[in-house]
Nanobody
Framework: QVQLVESGGGLVQAGGSLRLSCAAS????????MGWYRQTPGKQRELVAT???????NYADSVKGRSTISRDNAKNTVYLQMNSLKPEDTAVYYC?????????WGQGTQVTVSS
């Protein structure tokens, strides 16, 4: 079992920045990839960024160049630094941990970007 707790969401003006955190606990040794996804009402959850246990990162085109995913292995925490935020970044952001054979999700944190 893996438990994920997100924090760092909130309300920010367009052009501003936020840093989301995801603290993992439990069977963290089994985690291969961690990532951030987001979802707005009526839409499917979409990938924002992922990072492997080896530090390889991947970003959605919509956030590439504006966001950075990183991990602190000592704290078992993954971060998503988001800059130059746009109103279309408004969503609930979910942390994700991929293990074999299960995928875990956090409870989500709301990010709202005002224009």
């Amino acid at each position: 079992q893996v438990q994920l707790v997100e924090s760092g969401g909130g309300l920010v003006q367009a052009g501003g920045s936020l840093r989301l955190s995801c603290a993992a606990s439990g069977s963290i040794f089994s985690i291969h990839v961690m990532g951030w996804y987001r979802q707005t009402p009526g839409k499917q959850r979409e990938l924002v960024a992922t990072i492997t246990s080896g530090g390889i990162t991947n970003y959605a085109d919509s956030v590439k160049g504006r966001s950075t995913i990183s991990r602190d292995n000592a704290k078992n925490t993954v971060y998503l630094q988001m800059n130059s935020l746009k109103p279309e970044d408004t969503a609930v952001y979910y942390c994700n941990a991929f293990t074999v054979p299960l995928v875990y999700w956090g409870q989500g944190t709301q990010v709202t970007v005002s224009s």
